[in-house]
């Protein structure tokens, strides 16, 4: 099966994946840790700047797959301490509008070039 790949500029790959994948009407969104891509490196700041430099990466990647964060119908967060749902969360909420997707967020030991959080998402096509 050949697969359907989006990728988006101004959205950083630091290994060899896609950063979108097409199966039928779903978008598998690779997941964004926050990386600037005009400097290569994690957004300075906390949580709150790495969560919306996540969404920016994620949106760009949507963006080039003709989708807007209403297409959004799952999203997975990954948080390396817990201590920082709240700060994540209150990012989060300014992200979606009402009915929010679906979401799991879990803890992990560590995260690629020592990221806080990372985000992916599953789109639908209308």
């Given at each position: 099966m050949a697969r359907k790949a989006y990728n988006a500029e101004g959205a950083a790959a630091i290994g060899p994946y896609s950063h979108a994948v097409e199966s039928g009407d779903l978008i598998y969104l690779s997941g964004q840790t926050?990386?600037?891509?005009?400097?290569?490196?994690?957004?300075?700041?906390?949580?709150?700047?790495?969560t919306r430099q996540c969404f920016l990466n994620l949106f760009k990647v949507l963006e080039a797959a003709d989708l807007t964060p209403d297409d959004v119908i799952?999203?997975?967060?990954?948080?390396?301490?817990?201590?920082?749902?709240?700060?994540?969360?209150?990012?989060?909420?300014?992200?979606?509008?009402?009915?929010?997707?679906?979401?799991?967020?879990?803890?992990?030991?560590?995260?690629?070039?020592?990221?806080?959080?990372?985000?992916?998402?599953?789109?639908?096509?209308?």
């Open positions: 926050p990386i600037d891509s005009a400097t290569g490196e994690l957004v300075k700041g906390g949580i709150g700047e790495q799952k999203v997975n967060v990954y948080l390396t301490d817990m201590k920082n749902f709240k700060a994540m969360n209150e990012v989060y909420g300014t992200q979606f509008s009402q009915p929010f997707p679906a979401r799991t967020t879990v803890a992990v030991a560590a995260l690629p070039l020592d990221a806080e959080v990372e985000i992916e998402l599953i789109a639908k096509k209308s």
